[in-house]
């Protein structure tokens, strides 16, 4: 087998950059990929009776989304609430078109197109107030009656019961009483909460009145794909961002803020929606240059600036291998050793850390253990992952007998708990380097996650896990063997820093997309893995070749050397006999 090595080409996403329009394009541009919730909306204007839910999510700027959103209905005329006679001859209030006559008198105007509340909303803000002098009471509009669409934040809201079940209950009632003097207001605008996907489900699941009145649901994408739109329409939702802000993008500008984009999505085709997160580096750009013309020195300032403010730990991490705290070698070859990528997440910040993982093996009765789950230092998906390269190990070479061996596997100098199953095929490689006893060449680093039949699968951080290979191997120095092995189904998602594009250019530093795990141990050991004959045995060799001969060394099927026991049993039959 052989594995593909990644031209430079597919290291970082390629884009075809269009001339910048020089009009501001208008908030409409927001709105690129949200198909949904401009489909929701447009529904909510035509039906009566049912609410909207906007599932967003944190990247998002709300105010300007729903900005656009209402500006795209077009201009509402005014609504009047006026008083008019009841059939029983008393007081009642009723919404109207028309402007009202001197004698009629306005009680509240609905004219503002929209507006939203969010935080600590009180009773008053949503139903209104009386306010009363020596003289007479007077109604203040709430946000109910003074515009055509409420937008709420429903965290806000679900955070005060009383306030969320008030307001299910005038949608019920379609009607809502300040106080025991006036008639009830007519409810005569739209609703629209938004807020995060789980709380809608929730809400949905255990409350009736809410699963009535909020039939519609509109979620909002988090990033566009490039099969489906063009850089030009990305383009202009970057300038209307901009534009937000008074600033201005240069053509230079493009190329750095579409690669941040593309690495926030973690894909190559795939560009960010997370407007706020946009926004917050331009505002940073802007700060940095002094100037309103953004161009492309000013946008890598402030992603270099924003990663090194958040970058602490990674710096700490980096001196413990560089002052040899934590050992492990990217030069030479060593049996039952090799270099696993992880990678170190928190919630503002994550950045690749490379792993000793090393195993013993010894006669036993077949058990492949996992010392982080013994130690309560390894997660579910973690154990899972050992679980399937045991089965790997059993499709092999037990499938018609027992294996007489035990197997130790541990992730060195690791004292937190590790999870996930990207490091399955480095733990597998190990392995079989130990039962073998093979060495493992380790200038490598090598993640990737296996199924049962030996095929490896995607995993997630690889721009971290080899940023932070090959950060270990430059500041020891490039010697040209060193590289990193990663799944192919990975390659779409690369998008890594120049420097490593230059090095693997320039031949100093390697990247090996595999497809499965045979691929991986040839790389490593520098020697064919080995097919199976009919009688599922491997040519001596092969690295499956010398496994197989000692797991059958370690279950007494080869011919060895009489112990002494042995010999002394011989020379008493024959004296015997």
Known sequence: ???????????????????????????????????RIVD?????????????????????????????LVKQQGVLPAQYLVAAKADDQGVKFIWQTDT?????????????????????????????????????SQYQAGALAKCHYLFICAESLWKREPLWELLLQVLEEGQYKIGGELAPIPLNCKLVLVGPGQLYSQALAEDRLFQRHFPLLGEMAGEIDLTQHKETQYCQWLQTLAGSIDARLSQSSLLPLLRHSARLTEHQHRLSLSSADM?????????YSGKAQLDAAAISHALKQMHFRHNSSEVFSAQSFDDNFINLPTQGAI??????????????????????????????DGEVADIERKSELGGNIHTKGMMILSACLYRIFGRDAPLHLNANIVFEQSYQEIDGDSASLAEYCCLMSAIAEQPIAQSFGITGALDQFGNVQAIGGVNEKIEGFFSLCQRRGLTGEQGVIIPKANVLQLNLDPNIISAVENGLFHIHAITHMDQAV????????????????????????????????????????????????????????
Not at 6 to 12: E, K, N, V, Y
Not at 42 to 68: C, H, K, W
Not at 279 to 287: E, P, Y
Not at 525 to 545: I, K, Q, R, S
């Open 335 to 364: 049996i039952g050793q090799v270099n696993g990528l992880t990678v170190i997440d928190s919630v503002d910040y994550s950045y690749g850390e490379p792993a000793r993982i090393t195993v013993s093996v010894h006669y036993g």
């Open 522 to 577: 040839e790389l490593l050991m520098n020697m064919p893995a080995g097919v199976p004959d009919e009688d599922n045995d491997f040519h001596h060799e092969t690295l499956y070749g010398l496994v197989q001969a000692r797991l059958d060394k370690l279950a007494g099927h080869l011919d060895e050397e009489p112990g002494l026991f042995s010999r002394l049993l011989t020379k008493l039959k024959f004296f015997g006999g």
């Open 279 to 287: 926004l917050r580096l331009l505002a940073q750009a802007k700060a």
């Open 100 to 136: 009202p006559n001197e004698k009629q008198g306005i009680i509240a105007e609905q004219r503002l197109p929209y507006l939203y509340l969010s935080g600590h909303i009180r009773r008053a803000d949503l139903l209104g107030r009386i306010t009363r002098t020596d003289k007479a």
């Open 40 to 68: 929701a909306f447009s529904l909510l204007t035509q039906v009566n009776g049912q609410q909207l839910y906007i599932a967003d999510f944190p990247g998002i700027e709300r105010q300007m989304t729903i900005a656009a």
């Open 1 to 35: 087998m052989t594995s593909i090595q990644i031209p430079t080409s597919s290291l970082a996403p390629q884009f075809h950059l269009p001339p910048l329009s020089q009009p501001n394009p208008g908030l409409s541009s927001l709105l690129l990929g949200q198909e």
